[in-house]
């Protein structure tokens, strides 16, 4: 097996025992990244001779016994994350040159546990979009079908793991941003609880909801990565003061004294049959591995969709706003007044989605409709956040599909963005409340287009969704499918 075909796991073993160095196995992700980007294009930033850099230091690590969990493992990391000495866009052009002098907590994070940064992965313009076609530096595609989306708005780290284009990488999830593409790539992918990652140099959407997570080839090197990212950090006020357990620990193979709830509303009309299909066996493995299941009800989940696109634009319209062309960031230098070079600037800078969000959020907070909109979609939220806790109440997770079909054709929802807003209906409500979520591959379509299942758990049940998702892994037998790229 060629090195950039790795797990974690297996690489682990191999870096530490000597078999091979640091420098080869970035050397065959780069290999393999020559080969296929042209096909895929998952990233905006390479630079070969700073990964190289990197490895030759975990080289020294590993030989002296110093590396940490990490040492020597070619992750990508999402283009929202702050990198220092290395660009960081936000699938923008209003940050085309930004060059962030301080590394994102998650990204020091990985560095301390000796990871070797492979690039920067392609995303949906400031993590706005549910296909990852709104990118000023071209669209990722799916790794399985070419000429279909890889999900947004992780998209282009989605795709890299699925065409081992990475060992494995970091998403960001605000609606379902790791899990959709992960379901649409094959991939896992893991949205933490709020807080549970730190925030500290992700570029922000909506502050309320975005939170960094894992997409790996499998589940045991998703607790891997758990383990390195996770933690609190006192720059960012809103993590959470937690211990850390060993994720590795959750992955027993039996899910006896389990309850899983399946909640009524995730399969209602509109879900895909094929989709549907795929879960259903996924729910009938998980019962194999010893879980109860039993129907649940998550009344206000049909709101999610509405209340989402109320609070996270009016977010982004206030996170955004320091993108005006004066500290940093593209800026138009023929506008004659200062009120002129800030709208040249963020007209020229921001792409159509971004604009739209902004002007929609905008609206929401402005004088005399901030009740109606952003003060009612917060009161929604609340009703949700109740169900979840009701549901939790009589189950320990949620199973149910992660999107309502599986990847579909490029441009096909280019021109209408209402209904590329509704694939998120069955992730956007685990954000608004701040649970963890995952994504888990379950099935195939008749196309041959992945399918995944979603688990979700209330506030800090990582373990249990890590424990499920492994014991569906291990019977399904799905990691070990790649897609065909030759």
Known sequence: MELYASSITDLQKRLHSREVSAVEAATSVLDRIAQVEETINAYITLDRDQTLTQAEAADRQLADHSGGALCGIPIAVKDVLCTEGMRTTCGSKILNSFIPPYDATVVEKLKTAGAVIIGKASMDEFAMGSANENCAYGTPKNPWATNHICGGSSGGSAAAVAADECIASLGSDTGGSIRQPASHCGVVGLKPTYGRVSRFGLVAFASSLDQVGPLTKNVSDCAIMMNAICGHDPRDSTSLKQEVPDFTTALKNDLKG????????????????????????????????????????????????????????????SNLARFDGVRYGLRDTSADTLQEMYCKSRSQGFGDEVKRRIIIGTYALSSGYYDAYYKKASQVRTLIIEDYKNAFGQCDLLASPVTPTPAWALGAKSDDPLSAYLSDALTIPNNLAGLPGMSVPCGFSAAGLPIGLQLQGPHLAEEKLLRAAFNLEQRLGLSERKPNLT
Do not use: C, Q, W
Not at 262 to 283: C, M, Q, S, T, W
């Open 258 to 317: 389990m309850t899983i709830g399946i909640p009524e509303e995730y399969f209602a009309e509109g879900l895909d049959p094929e989709v549907e299909k795929a879960v259903r066996n996924g729910i009938t493995t998980l019962e194999e591995a010893g879980a109860k299941t039993i129907s649940v009800s998550l009344p206000h989940t049909k709101y999610g969709v509405a209340a989402y696109y109320l609070i996270a634009p009016a977010e982004a319209s």
